[in-house]
């Protein structure tokens, strides 16, 4: 089950000296609830967020399609997703990571697992070690860093003649992730 809601009331229980928590939550699914009433669980409270629009999302698609389109030629095949990792690799949230060269491949299995915007690019080796930036998918995203995105893809279709939406139209998209 997953839901939001807020805290209601922090305490600390005096038995375990844990802390004891009261959620007031926004489901009505009590008979889901009450099954759960005495089970040990995982339990992940993190700020709630409006989740990116799926119109916005949408349209980066569709652009990323439109985009691999028109870059595809008889020898040379671009798919959408590969639009959507350079825009990635382009303007994305990274981190900086040293991976011993041992473990790189296996980090890199793990880490693009998460996502297709999941990316791991390396960066130069030196004493066994492996230097790499690792890219967030556009799922975790906020609206500034999605803002970004979609305006280095309609910039990209524009400079290949591509119709795009108005600004207007594209920063009403994205006015609806504040």
Known sequence: METTGVINNINIDYETRKPQITLLLDSQEI?????????????ELKKWYKKRSLDANSYCW?????????????????TKETVYKDSILDIGSFVPFIVEESKFQRFKEIWEKQGLGFLVQEVSRKDKCVKVNCYYGSSTYDSKEMSLLINSIVELAKSLDIETKTQQEIDSLLKEWK
């Open 62 to 78: 569709v652009l990323c399609d439109k985009i691999a389109k028109e870059l595809t030629t008889d020898e040379n095949v671009i």
């Open 31 to 43: 008979n889901t609830i009450e099954k759960l009433n005495g089970l040990k669980l995982n339990i």
